[in-house]
């Protein structure tokens, strides 16, 4: 009978067809191979996404069974949220069953389509529910914890990291980066002394840290493939009274939206902030010129701060593996390395400014499409985050924001957007099944011109 039902999947390979397979390995059971089960199991994989609802409710089953399992090995914990979103996700399917009676009050929503972007799409929706929850509850509880620490503890040196998180949650809002100016009474100094008037000896806001869970959503949305990315940043935040982003290096493909998820997590957290093209830039471009020279200029951090006038500002240095290694006028490697200790950084000698100032607050976000060129101090000093690339399953989120971003470029306002359609989506996921945003970018742009051609 085994033999019968797979020959018939030969000839018709359709719902009916499976079923039956499925059956006659449920009866033959006993007198199978150990390997069977697997058999049955892919039985009910093809039945769930030929749309059938009750197959979709055993593999939701046999998916969540599968993750409690993971209890007793924590070397495969890193399987399970994956897992339960895919269970998830197949749960949500079974919900479009006509034959499901849903007892609640609200209408349920009309399902149509394919049962697997489905299952991607709600699984992937639910979990983050999930998530965004527990990080609310945990930096409640941290905030609670935090307000009932005695006073006079926090004046107690630091004994562990613990410790430290605690202090930095009740650091000041305001720091003084510029305490004087040297060598001011040189015409030179006298002029540099007038730009910075307004900022000499006063205490500058640092940007304090808003709705974490908020954030966390919004980028989510924007880039979905790269909610573990995001998440390793905006964890370090939860404990802390102010913004601040410590040394990163997001590695990724070209095209794979490094740049611009950098520039979105820091306005995200309203850090002002500046992308710097790092092609062939010498060290004076990252750690400024005396004032000697005619062409003089403070360092980038202070020119920054000043700029924004705050202690805080952000930078974004794309492509950082291209910045000049020559010797000639300095490695702009090595000049930035000053920066990114926090020791340094608050007491670096500006050459401009001809004085220690305090630019340890500043949030540094790099991107490179390798580590290939980035001198192992550097590295040592950066957290090293890979961004992957987007998938096809994530087309849909992606390709709205683009179009969002295509009308804004034209002028128009993006609230008047039409999505894109099935036929449209279905074409561009044939032809960009992964890879570089960039290409997507101008397929999608083909996609809209056609419209107008059309209509």
């Given at each position: 009978?085994?033999?019968?039902?797979?020959?018939?999947?030969?000839?018709?390979?359709?719902?009916?067809?499976?079923?039956?397979?499925?059956?006659?390995?449920?009866?033959?059971?006993?007198?199978?191979?150990?390997?069977?089960?697997?058999?049955?199991?892919?039985?009910?994989?093809?039945?769930?996404?030929?749309?059938?609802?009750?197959?979709?409710?055993?593999?939701?089953?046999?998916?969540?069974?599968?993750?409690?399992?993971?209890?007793?090995?924590?070397?495969?914990?890193?399987?399970?949220?994956?897992?339960?979103?895919?269970?998830?996700?197949?749960?949500?399917?079974?919900?479009?069953?006509?034959?499901?009676?849903?007892?609640?009050?609200?209408?349920?929503?009309?399902?149509?389509?394919?049962?697997?972007?489905?299952?991607?799409?709600?699984?992937?929706?639910?979990?983050?529910?999930?998530?965004?929850?527990?990080v609310s509850e945990q930096a409640a509880k941290v905030q609670a914890a935090l307000e009932k620490l005695p006073k006079e503890d926090l004046a107690i040196s630091p004994a562990s990291s613990t410790r430290k998180e605690e202090l930095e949650a009740n650091s000041p809002s305001?720091?003084?980066?510029?305490?004087?100016?040297?060598?001011?009474?040189?015409?030179?100094?006298?002029?540099?002394?007038?730009?910075?008037?307004?900022?000499?000896?006063?205490?500058?806001?640092?940007?304090?840290?808003?709705?974490?869970?908020?954030?966390?959503?919004?980028?989510?949305?924007?880039?979905?493939?790269?909610?573990?990315?995001?998440?390793?940043?905006?964890?370090?935040?939860?404990?802390?009274?102010?913004?601040?982003?410590?040394?990163?290096?997001?590695?990724?493909?070209?095209?794979?939206?490094?740049?611009?998820?950098?520039?979105?997590?820091?306005?995200?957290?309203?850090?002002?902030?500046?992308?710097?093209?790092?092609?062939?830039?010498?060290?004076?471009?990252?750690?400024?010129?005396?004032?000697?020279?005619?062409?003089?200029?403070?360092?980038?951090?202070?020119?920054?701060?000043?700029?924004?006038?705050?202690?805080?500002?952000?930078?974004?240095?794309?492509?950082?593996?291209?910045?000049?290694?020559?010797?000639?006028?300095?490695?702009?490697?090595?000049?930035?390395?000053?920066?990114?200790?926090?020791?340094?950084?608050?007491?670096?000698?500006?050459?401009?400014?001809?004085?220690?100032?305090?630019?340890?607050?500043?949030?540094?976000?790099?991107?490179?499409?390798?580590?290939?060129?980035?001198?192992?101090?550097?590295?040592?000093?950066?957290?090293?985050?890979?961004?992957?690339?987007?998938?096809?399953?994530?087309?849909?989120?992606?390709?709205?924001?683009?179009?969002?971003?295509?009308?804004?470029?034209?002028?128009?306002?993006?609230?008047?957007?039409?999505?894109?359609?099935?036929?449209?989506?279905?074409?561009?996921?044939?032809?960009?099944?992964?890879?570089?945003?960039?290409?997507?970018?101008?397929?999608?742009?083909?996609?809209?011109?056609?419209?107008?051609?059309?209509?």
């Amino acid at each position: 009978m085994v033999f019968h039902s797979l020959e018939q999947l030969t000839v018709t390979a359709g719902v009916d067809e499976v079923r039956s397979l499925a059956d006659v390995l449920r009866v033959a059971a006993t007198s199978l191979p150990d390997g069977a089960k697997s058999w049955r199991l892919r039985c009910q994989i093809y039945l769930a996404h030929l749309g059938d609802h009750s197959a979709a409710i055993e593999i939701a089953r046999q998916t969540i069974t599968a993750v409690i399992g993971l209890e007793r090995d924590p070397t495969e914990w890193e399987y399970a949220i994956p897992l339960i979103t895919s269970a998830l996700g197949w749960m949500s399917f079974a919900t479009s069953d006509p034959a499901f009676e849903y007892f609640g009050k609200e209408a349920r929503m009309l399902r149509t389509r394919r049962p697997a972007d489905l299952v991607a799409h709600d699984g992937w929706i639910l979990t983050n529910l999930i998530e965004m929850q527990a990080v609310s509850e945990q930096a409640a509880k941290v905030q609670a914890a935090l307000e009932k620490l005695p006073k006079e503890d926090l004046a107690i040196s630091p004994a562990s990291s613990t410790r430290k998180e605690e202090l930095e949650a009740n650091s000041p809002s305001s720091v003084i980066v510029f305490r004087q100016v040297g060598n001011a009474t040189t015409s030179e100094g006298k002029k540099v002394a007038k730009e910075l008037e307004s900022l000499t000896g006063k205490a500058l806001p640092l940007v304090p840290v808003l709705d974490l869970v908020q954030a966390r959503t919004a980028l989510h949305r924007e880039f979905p493939f790269a909610t573990d990315a995001i998440d390793q940043i905006l964890v370090d935040l939860v404990p802390r009274s102010h913004v601040q982003i410590r040394p990163t290096v997001l590695v990724g493909a070209p095209g794979s939206g490094k740049t611009r998820l950098a520039r979105r997590l820091l306005s995200v957290l309203s850090i002002p902030h500046d992308v710097v093209p790092c092609g062939g830039l010498s060290d004076g471009s990252f750690a400024g010129t005396p004032r000697r020279w005619s062409t003089g200029e403070p360092s980038l951090p202070v020119a920054l701060i000043t700029r924004h006038r705050i202690a805080g500002p952000g930078a974004v240095l794309d492509e950082i593996e291209k910045a000049g290694t020559s010797r000639f006028n300095g490695q702009a490697h090595d000049a930035l390395l000053a920066f990114l200790e926090k020791e340094t950084a608050c007491r670096f000698h500006d050459p401009y400014v001809q004085a220690p100032c305090d630019v340890s607050h500043v949030s540094w976000l790099m991107t490179a499409n390798s580590l290939e060129g980035l001198p192992a101090p550097l590295r040592d000093r950066c957290r090293i985050i890979s961004v992957p690339e987007p998938r096809g399953e994530h087309l849909p989120l992606i390709a709205y924001r683009i179009l969002a971003e295509l009308l804004t470029d034209q002028g128009l306002d993006f609230r008047w957007i039409t999505p894109l359609d099935g036929v449209e989506i279905e074409a561009l996921t044939r032809a960009w099944p992964s890879g570089s945003l960039r290409k997507l970018r101008r397929m999608i742009e083909v996609v809209i011109a056609s419209r107008s051609i059309t209509h």
